[in-house]
């Protein structure tokens, strides 16, 4: 059984651009966590998905981000007009049931 | 505000020793702690798990112990080797009644390096 795949692992961007990363969960599970985690910081979580709705997005800044997770294909982190604040390793992490979390790992964005 | 607080910030232990990190919480509604282990470029992997109706679980050379009245819990890695020498998290998450979101809430991280 496959882990949960991210890509692309790292994503350079220019400030102002838009930034696409994607996350393929384990076999079978339906919910989906997006996590940011900045330089010598833990996880932040961002926002919590089920196919195609999104349940819980308290963590996600209200302008440029957004995320789904449609019926078929990965579940996308969408970041418009980055600013070099963004630049941060973004991890998926995917659950049967919601409470046992695994990780991807990871996309490093630098915003230039 | 940081509901999940982590100490220390890093631990260096010799080979054979016992390492011990220990993570204090806030919300009493928190009713799941799991610890990841991170190495670096790689994504945290889940290393154990407890829930405070018990007080301690074991899991090889690891053993979370939970003290529900002092809101702590801590991890403990029995004759640590090189190879644990990774960052460990803690965290926490509540269930969310009749749903299933169980968003985590982690603390900072300890960087622990384990000497030869």
């Known amino acids: 059984n496959a882990g949960v795949m991210q890509n692309p692992r790292h994503l350079v961007r220019r400030r102002g651009q838009e930034a696409r990363l994607r996350c393929s969960p384990m076999?079978?599970?339906?919910?989906v966590y997006w996590y940011r985690q900045l330089p010598e910081e833990g996880l932040k979580f961002m926002v919590y998905?089920?196919?195609?709705?999104?349940?819980?997005e308290s963590g996600m800044p209200k302008e440029r981000f957004s995320a789904e997770f449609p019926k078929e294909g990965p579940s996308i982190l969408r970041i418009q007009q980055v600013v070099r604040g963004d630049s941060a390793a973004y991890f998926c992490a995917s659950s049967p049931t919601g409470h046992e979390q695994y990780f991807g790992p990871g996309t490093r964005l630098t915003v230039t | 505000q940081q509901q999940v607080k982590q100490s220390p910030q890093s631990l260096i232990v010799q080979k054979g020793g016992i390492s011990i990190i220990n993570c204090a919480y806030e919300n009493t509604a928190f009713d799941y702690f799991p610890w990841y282990q991170q190495f670096p470029g790689k994504g945290p992997a889940l290393l154990i798990a407890i829930r405070p109706d018990v007080s301690e679980k074991k899991e090889g050379r690891f053993t979370i112990s939970f003290n529900k009245s002092a809101k702590q819990f801590s991890l403990h890695i029995m004759d640590s080797q090189p190879g644990d020498s990774a960052t460990y998290f803690c965290?926490?998450?509540?269930?969310?009644?009749?749903?299933?979101?169980?968003?985590?809430?982690f603390g900072k991280g300890t960087l622990l390096t384990v000497n030869p």
């Open positions: 965290a926490a998450s509540r269930g969310n009644s009749g749903g299933s979101n169980y968003k985590l809430t």
């Open positions: 076999k079978g599970h339906s919910h």
């Open positions: 998905l089920q196919k195609e709705n999104i349940i819980d």
